[in-house]
């Protein structure tokens, strides 16, 4: 089946750097969304890409939408305590009612 | 700010006893899904219901599962005999569907334990 395959599984990085993480896929897909999950929340949607080669900013966060539609990278800049958590890469299958999940990269931020 | 609302917050069950886990969907949104997430995994996709009708759903949403939206605002969904690997996070989520509204808005999750 579809899968996504996001990179890296964890980070450990010091409060001020700038983070990237990216997701690639053998499928083609409509639309790639990044969330982030605190422990014991749910998924809380950062930002959406529709269109390929797309670039959007969400204050220090930018996602781009990879031309051929089969990847995304999301940065962090000045990373700071809060940002600390596990980030999914997620697509929306072309043709398709469902939404699929990378297996997340955990954040640490060393202090 | 619109949200997705799921109760319980904790199920706890005994192994073969029915479970029924609740949802209220964003309200003007047309798209509703289940995902599971089992501790410390990704989140896995189970079902997509659309115009009262199951649209897509995974390998893992089987025999034992069913979704039903019984009026306007609820979305459920039931395991009929519940097993231990069944014990995870359920994610409800919803969109408002349309090209360019595809993102889905996800519930805090219902945690699921079996024993």
């Known amino acids: 089946g579809q899968q996504l395959n996001q990179s890296p599984q964890s980070m450990f990085i010091q409060e001020g750097e700038d983070v990237s993480m990216n997701c690639t896929s053998s499928?083609?897909?409509?639309?790639w969304l990044w969330y982030k999950q605190d422990p014991g929340e749910g998924p809380v949607l950062l930002i959406a890409?529709?269109?390929?080669?797309e670039l959007t900013s969400n204050g220090r966060l930018t996602a781009q939408f990879g031309i051929t539609r089969k990847d995304s990278f999301l940065n962090i800049s000045a990373s700071i305590p809060s940002d600390v958590g596990i980030y999914f890469c997620?697509?929306?299958?072309?043709?398709?009612?469902?939404?699929?999940f990378g297996k997340g990269t955990r954040l640490h931020i060393l202090p | 700010e619109p949200e997705v609302t799921q109760t319980p917050s904790h199920q706890v069950t005994q192994m073969g006893q029915e479970v029924i886990l609740r949802c209220v969907p964003i309200?003007?949104?047309?798209?509703f899904y289940w995902y599971r997430q089992i501790l410390g995994q990704k989140v896995e996709f189970l079902v997509s219901f659309y115009n009262n009708e199951i649209s897509e759903k995974s390998e893992i949403f089987d025999d034992q599962f069913s979704v039903e939206r019984p009026d306007g605002s609820n979305f459920t969904l039931k395991i009929r005999s519940t097993k231990l690997e069944d014990s995870a996070m359920y994610f409800c989520?919803?969109?408002?569907?349309?090209?360019?509204?595809?993102?889905?808005?996800f519930g805090q999750g219902t945690r699921l334990t079996v024993v």
């Open positions: 997620a697509g929306q299958t072309v043709g398709g009612d469902k939404i699929i």
């Open positions: 309200s003007n949104h047309l798209y």
């Open positions: 989520a919803s969109s408002a569907g349309g090209p360019l509204n595809t993102e889905a808005f």
């Open positions: 499928s083609i897909f409509n639309t």
């Open positions: 890409l529709y269109k390929a080669g």
